[in-house]
């Protein structure tokens, strides 16, 4: 809050309060409500009463012809509104507020009031005890019904309760002593038209000395709520004993921080400081008095030289016409009169009393006021920046979901191509185990073929031929070769094949534990097509295949075709040897054995490889799957990106709206 010295100052920012008060409601700021603390456009409307309300109210008091009237003209109007001259004048109790235009209001008693006032007794100085009617009252009452110009009605009077007029003349009629309708009138309110007005209330009372009960009780009551009470005291008998019981009975009650003292008129003495020290020393001694002037408030004044150059002013303006003797008055006060030149140059020392009435009151209650103000403006503010705080930690919770699920994304993503790599790494190693080991396997068949035949079939048939003779060839030999084929084939040849088949599984079952150690999901793929692959080596279908063969080359009907070329008219020896060529030349028929063994063969590898074939599939398929899924997460992490984007420039417009809140109340309180 700026700094606050005068009522201007005061204004200025309570002025400033009350457009912040409608700038909250057509800025959308309130209705708000953060926790338990809640704002509503109904309190803030409360809050624009309550500061268009916040006024100072200022109390004059002191004796009759003390100057009341002219320091009032001079403080509030610059003007000669309220009635003054060296005989009283004020005789009510007068409420000066702020109005666009002039007026005057008199309100006048009640008919309870007025009976009540005919009625009521006080004890004079001498302490005789009076009516207040007869001594007061009844005078003016009976000047009037004896005027041939009225025509008077008491009831009539009261009946109106109050009468509203902006004919200032007027008013004389009203407050001063010898007014017309001065007797019935309770108090009297002046509505005016000057800035100093629209920060305090003013409250002129009519005299310590004043005996109505009704209007001491309303004296009372205003000096009791009043911010600054002003007391004022005649200069040239500056303390008297009735100025010692007003003090007594109404401003000791008082906060003494709220009276400030002022001795006016001083013009009308030799030395004008001397009134005041004069004062200042009773005070002091005075164990209840003293501490009314504690941070010396007590003031030398003279208010007409302050506001005949204010009327001058206006009169050479043509703003106000003043007549020859008014000017001839002020003429001689200000230029003829040879008062002190303190006086004249100080403008009657009402400049530095204004400014420290006006200090006085901003110090007192002002600045409270306003920083209370202050306070829940910056508390509505407070409720809005903390949901916009709130919003902005969702936000980043939001984010900060996203970030995680974009970190899990991220291990997913890595874990995945890690496991394309090894999948991929395992095809390329599972193709290159495999031919090798097809190879091999291939070539163990090829052997065992070979061997079998060459070393086992063609020895037993040779022993045959030359143990048997001639006729037990001719009938027997086919037989005795399918035996040692059988035997061949059904027990050497069987127990080799599973030897090689054993050692072509073992090779494969390396490829399947190297597939475990690369990838976990590949493993009930290698069982499955493993166990297929080994199903299809069939040792049944190469032993019928191989049987069948040498049942067609051996045939009875090819030996019995040896026996009608007359093989057996040559010797023992010769005919034996070409049983054996015959029966070797079956067997050594390359083409046609490795035509039978090498179909069956070729079947066998083609079953094994369309087997392991398989496992080449669901490596693909797998790599498919992952793709599928790495493809599914780049879309999601897209998507995050731009949520979070679209988050981002949430939270970015959040801060531009603190930024916004705490720059409007900057401009309401510097000090934020």
């Known amino acids: 809050m700026a700094e606050v010295k005068t009522l201007r100052d005061f204004s200025e920012q309570k002025e400033i309060m009350l457009r912040a008060y409608e700038d909250l409601k057509v800025s959308g700021h309130v209705p708000v409500a953060h926790g338990e603390i809640k704002f509503s456009v ?139 309708f001065m007797p019935f009138v309770k108090y009297v ?65 008082v906060q003494p921080e709220k009276i400030l003292v002022a001795i006016s008129k001083v013009d009308a003495v030799e030395n004008v400081h001397k009134p005041r020290e004069y004062v200042e020393s009773l005070f002091s001694k005075h164990e209840n008095f003293k501490k009314i002037i504690e941070g010396g408030k007590v003031y030398s004044i003279a208010p007409i030289f302050s506001l005949y150059p204010k009327l001058l002013k206006k009169h050479e303006k043509k703003e106000i016409v003043l007549t020859p003797e008014k000017l001839d008055e002020i003429n001689f006060q200000l230029f003829d009169r040879g008062v002190d030149a303190e006086i004249i140059s100080k403008k009657g020392f009402m400049e530095e009393f204004s400014k420290a009435l006006e200090n006085h009151l901003v110090k007192i209650r002002g600045e409270n006021a306003l920083r209370s103000h202050i306070k829940k403006i910056e508390s509505i503010f407070e ?117 090689v088949v054993e050692n072509f599984k073992n090779a494969v079952d390396n490829i399947r534990t190297y597939l475990r150690k690369q990838v976990m999901s590949l493993n009930l793929i290698s069982d499955t097509v493993f166990g297929a692959a080994f199903g299809a080596i069939s040792v049944d279908d190469l ?59 070729s079947d066998i590898m083609r079953g094994i490889r369309a087997k392991f074939s398989y496992i080449f599939e669901m490596i693909d398929n797998e790599i498919y799957k992952k793709n599928k899924i790495l493809l599914k997460i780049a879309k999601t992490s897209e998507k995050d990106n731009l949520e979070i984007e679209k988050i981002k420039g949430m939270m970015a417009a959040v801060d531009e709206k603190i930024k916004a809140i705490e720059a409007k109340f900057r401009d309401i309180n510097p000090e934020f």
């Open 42 to 180: 109904e309190n803030i409307d409360e809050y624009i009463a309550n500061l268009n309300g916040e006024k100072f109210i200022v109390t004059t008091c002191g004796q009759i012809k003390v100057g009341k009237s002219t320091f009032l003209n001079d403080f509030i109007f610059g003007a000669e509104i309220l009635p003054s001259a060296d005989a009283p004048e004020t005789a009510k109790l007068t409420e000066i507020v702020f109005s666009e235009k002039p007026y005057f209001e008199a309100f006048f008693y009640s008919a309870e009031e007025w009976e009540r006032i005919k009625n009521s007794r006080f004890i004079n100085e001498n302490g005789v005890e009076s009516a207040y009617y007869d001594i007061f009252i009844a005078h003016v009452v009976d000047k009037l019904k004896s005027d041939p110009g009225d025509t008077f009605s008491e009831d009539e009077i009261l009946a109106k309760g109050s009468y509203r007029g902006d004919v200032f003349s007027e008013i004389r009629e009203y407050v001063s002593v010898g007014g017309k």
């Open 543 to 601: 032993f019928k295949d191989s049987e069948k063969y040498f049942e067609s080359s051996l045939s009875e009907m090819k030996l019995r075709a040896l026996i009608k070329n007359d093989m057996f008219s040559m010797d023992v020896n010769t005919s034996k040897k070409m049983f054996f060529d015959l029966v070797n030349k079956m067997l050594s028929n390359e083409d046609e054995f490795r035509s039978v063994i090498g179909k069956r063969k």
């Open 383 to 499: 409720c809005n920046v903390n949901n916009l705080l709130d919003e902005r930690k969702a936000l980043e919770a939001k984010i900060d979901a996203i970030g995680g699920s974009w970190k899990e994304v991220e291990n997913e993503t890595r874990q995945l191509w890690y496991i394309i790599d090894r999948i991929n790494e395992a095809e390329g190693e599972v193709a290159t185990r495999l031919s090798v080991d097809y190879a091999a396997f291939s070539n163990a068949l090829n052997d065992l073929f070979y061997e079998s035949i060459n070393s086992g079939v063609k020895k037993d048939v040779s022993e045959i031929i030359s143990k048997r003779d001639i006729d037990f060839l001719a009938a027997n030999l086919l037989w005795e070769v399918k035996n040692s084929v059988d035997n061949y084939l059904s027990v050497l040849l069987n127990k080799k094949i599973i030897e």
């Open 189 to 253: 309110r002046i509505g005016y038209p000057v800035e100093i007005l629209k920060g305090i209330v003013l409250v002129d009372t009519p005299g310590t000395n004043d005996p109505n009960v009704i209007r001491k009780k309303i004296t009372e009551d205003w000096i009791g709520k009043s911010d600054a009470v002003v007391f004022l005291m005649y200069a040239g008998q500056a303390l008297t004993s009735q100025d010692i019981k007003f003090i007594e009975n109404y401003l000791l009650p």
